[in-house]
Each structure stands twice: as C-alpha cells, then as structure tokens.
C-alpha cells in the first residue's frame, strides 16, 4: 500500500487501484489513473478529464459519500469498512456498508490514521460513538415507539458504534423516577422514543436531583413516536424516525431554556408550552381520539372554532418586548441578548447559571426570580382581565408538533418565553393600566381564526404577521382562568385547572440539535 496523504488513502476495487479522498464535505472513491493527462479529440490539448470543458457533460462523476452520512470506519484484516446512512427517499436513510481491500496490509497504522481523520471530518463539532440512554415509551401515539425503534434507529444507531443502555417505561412519570436515580456521568445524552410528555418527565426528574444543574446539562433529545412531536422537529427540523436518529448521532450539544410553572405549592418543569384556551382544550379534550394520532387535534380545532368558544381568565404579564418588527429583526440578526438586557429584573442575573464554574455543579435548580403563583404580583407586571380569549399559548420551541410551527421566532436560550394571544369577538377585556395595545389585538373570527390556526402549519408561522395574533416576548406571566372546569396544558401535559404562574431560566438544560439552534423554515 502506498502511504496515506493527508486526505487520501490507496485502496482496491474491484481489482483496480483506486483511491478515497477527504473533501470539504465529502468522501469521493476515484480510480487511480482516470484523471491522467489525455489529448483532447477536440482541441488536441492536454488536459486531465475532470477539467476538460470540450468533453461529454455527461461524464459520470466518481461516487461520494456525503461526510454528514458517515457513521463509522475502520480497518480490519486488510480490509477498510466504511458505515454510513444511505438515503433511501428524501425523508428517510438507513445504515449501508462500503468495504474496501487496502493496497498492502504492512501499513495499518498508516490506514488507521487516515480513518481518524475521516471521522474527525465527518463528526466536526459533536462527539463520535454517544454514549446513550434510550427511554421507550411502548404506549405513546398510536403505540408503535418499540416498532419504530427497532426498524429505524436501532440499526443506526450500532452501525454508529454507539453505547446503548434501553429502558421500557412501564406506567405513567416512570421517566421521572428514571431519570432521577440515572448515573448521568456514564452517558452523553438521554434519547426519548416517544411523545414530547417523556421528555417532559425526564426534565422533571433531572431537577429533582441534588446535582440537577450538571445533571441537566447532559442533552435530552426526542426521537418522534407520539401524537405532538414538537421536540423533534424544534430540534432536528424531520419528521421521521431515521433522519431524527441521524440527526443524534451527528447532533452538537446545545443550552436550552426551561421554565419553572408553579401551582399552589407544586413546582414543575417545562420545556414546550404552556397552553390555556384552545389548545389545551383541543390537546386534552381529545384524550378519547388518541388513537388517531395527530388528526385529533384537527377534529377538536375545528369543533371549539366554529363554537366561538372563549377562555375568561385574569392574566399578569412581564413584557420584554412586543413591538413584532423588533422581534424578527432581533431574531433575524442572531442578536437575542438585547431582549434580556431590557430585562430589568434580577430573573437572567438570578437564573443564568448553566455556565462552567464547578461550585454550579452539585447545585439544585435554580431558585425562583418572582416567586410562586401565591405571592403578590411583581409591581412591574401588567395585568389583564380577559372576557374574551380563545388563545393564551407560550412556548420555547418553534414547533409544538410536526406540523406546527407557532412560535416562529423561538430561541433556544434568550431566557424569555414567545406568548401567542388571540381574542374572539366578545366584550372588551380591561386593564389594570395603559400598555401597549399588544395586549389587545384585533378580535379574530370564525374565518380569521382558522386561517390563523392554519398557517402555523401550510405556511409555517405566517401568522406572525395577522393582526388579530399578538405575539410578545415575557419573562414571566401569570394566568388564573376564571371558570371552575377547563384545561390547563404543560408541554402538553394536563395541571389542574387554576391559577398557575410561568417564569423562564436562562440556558438551564441541554439538548442535540443540527446546527447549535432551533430549526426554523
């Protein structure tokens, strides 16, 4: 075997001396003398075919393997294995074999050198062979976790040489008891097959622990087996199983916001939404259509729309930003630490603790900045009485299922909350005083209501621009609902229906996603 360059190792196929080589972003195979000097029949000029511009465009170019595919590679008995996904349709991959016969099996140092500069190339910004713990929950959605798991990431996640440890969750918040006893120095990330209500659990266990800030910040990813899947698609912006396990493999770790909800003296950890209104209405009122995965959440949209169905609640409200065009544009810019500067209150100082200092490490969650939802308001909060809302929904993910992207101007961790409201055409609501009249959009009806509803999944967040949709960024809020019955969502988990208070902690949990951020259309 010659001797492996930087980028390029001699190998044979199919009896023919050949050779790989390492590109910016991927893996050509290239014949050892197919690009040799040739005259030219045309020009008569001497030229290597690959930049003569007188030959057939339809030359066949040498095969690649894109360097984000690549699981594994290694060398064996003279022989290069290379792993990678290969795309089977333009949603879906699966693991595929290459194997290749070394020039010579004296140099094998040679080779291993050259296989490690591959994977370095191929894994740039994310740590080869995770170790991970998978948490499956056999009864989420429809009930197919196990089968998807077992058909579409399992397979890939071995031919990516990663460490496995498999859990069944066998009854409800069983994550949380998981998740609160896990030896998290053996793994590099938690991995949920199912709805976004394991990942909910598995937060909710992790700060229960004493070391819940270093145990938080080991990623929790979500592959989707559920009815929402809203993780899934914030994070890995797919809506299937093998792409999402790709996207695992190869994810970086990044910092996330979570927030604390409290209720009486229940305090509750919250990744996704707080929903009251609609949307908690269709997500949990449509328990019985579970069955039908995500067409529930149509049926019961469609049902509460037509009814004109309105949600009195009294709401208290710190309002960082609300002006829409400052909002994208600051989205825009990449530019979120503005948003928290304005924050006047001590909530960032008090709860950007995710950071490297190893006093941090063995604390507990943070404590809370405004207190619980049985303190007095804080005096720079508004406070709205509403007689008509349809709509009170707050999120940290863009997308709170696969279809949905209704926070579009969602960061990972600016430590603040993106608030959604929406009125129906009922009596005026009344303020405690004068604010920006945010707080107060236009009333949208039957027509408007769903043609908002429908563009956070045909147009992927283009209602951010309707009028009737008020869109603000918070640091914290307080909603108590005024009726005795009603739903009250947490990540699409149901709370008791009363008064419960929401505020953010800055880059307190982690997560993988493709690119270090939320994806966005």
């Known amino acids: 075997m010659s001797e492996s360059t930087n980028s390029s190792l001699s190998v044979l196929l199919d009896g023919k001396e050949a050779y790989l080589r390492i590109t910016e972003d991927s893996l050509v195979l290239q014949y050892a003398h197919e690009d040799e000097p040739t005259q030219c029949k045309k020009t008569f000029q001497i030229c290597p075919p690959s930049i003569c511009t007188c030959r057939s465009k339809k030359r066949r170019r040498p095969p690649a ?15 290069l294995e290379l792993n990678y996904a290969k795309h089977t349709s333009k949603t879906e991959v699966e693991p595929a074999t290459k194997k290749y016969q070394l020039m010579s099996d004296d140099n094998q140092s040679g080779a291993q050198t050259w296989i490690d500069q591959l994977l370095e190339a191929s894994y740039p910004k994310s740590l080869q062979r995770k170790r991970l713990k998978i948490l ?53 990330a938690i991995v949920c097959i199912s709805g976004d ?33 809203g993780m899934t698609m914030s994070t890995f912006g797919t809506p299937t199983v093998s792409l999402a396990t ?10 996330i916001d979570l927030c604390s909800v409290t209720q009486g003296s229940k305090r509750t950890m919250s990744f996704l939404t707080q929903s009251f209104g609609i949307i908690a209405d269709c ?32 709401v208290a409200v710190k309002i960082v930003a609300s002006d829409k065009r400052k909002i994208i544009r600051q989205f825009d810019n990449n530019n979120t630490k503005q948003f928290s500067n304005n924050n006047n209150n001590n909530n960032n100082n008090n709860n950007n ?22 303190d007095p308001v804080p005096s720079d909060w508004t406070i709205v009485k509403y007689e008509d809302v349809t709509n009170f929904y707050a999120g940290k993910c863009p997308w709170v299922s696969m279809n949905s992207c209704f926070f579009p101007a969602a960061v990972t961790d600016d430590g603040l909350l993106d608030l959604v409201i929406v009125r129906a055409p009922k009596p005026k609501s009344h303020l405690s005083v004068s604010v920006s009249a ?84």
């Open 438 to 521: 945010a707080l107060l959009p236009p009333p949208a009806g039957r027509w408007q209501s769903i043609k908002y509803l429908t563009a956070t999944e045909e147009e992927g967040g283009k209602h951010f621009d309707m009028d009737c949709v008020s869109y603000l960024k918070v640091a914290g809020f307080r909603l108590t609902p005024r009726k005795r019955e009603g739903y009250v969502s947490i990540d699409g988990e149901p709370i008791l229906h009363e008064a419960f208070q929401v505020e953010v902690h800055r880059a307190l949990g982690a997560t993988l996603t493709v690119e270090g951020k939320f994806y966005h259309i």
């Open 65 to 79: 393997v894109m360097l984000r595919d690549i699981l594994w590679a290694e060398a064996s008995n003279g022989t």
């Open 136 to 188: 499956i929950n056999p009864f989420s959605g429809p009930g197919n976790a196990n089968t998807l798991w077992e058909a579409h990431a399992k397979p890939l996640f071995l031919a990516a040489r990663t460490s496995l440890s498999i859990t069944h969750t066998e009854y409800k918040e069983h994550a949380i008891t998981i998740a609160e006893e896990l030896d998290m120095d053996a793994y590099d």
């Open 283 to 314: 997500d949990l009122g449509t328990e019985g259509l579970r069955w039908a995965g995500g067409q529930r959440f149509v049926v019961g949209l469609v049902q509460r729309v037509l009814g004109m169905k309105v949600y009195p609640c009294d």
């Open 353 to 374: 603790n995710n950071n490297t200092k190893e006093e941090d490490d063995g604390e507990g969650i943070p404590d809370l900045a405004f207190g619980t939802v049985r």
């Open 246 to 255: 790709l996207a695992v493999i190869k994810g970086i770790s990044t910092p």
């Open 197 to 229: 209500g394991l990942p909910h659990e598995v937060f909710n266990g992790l700060a229960k622990r004493r070391d819940a800030r270093k145990a938080l910040k080991v990623p929790v990813v979500l592959l989707p087996g559920g009815s929402g899947n």
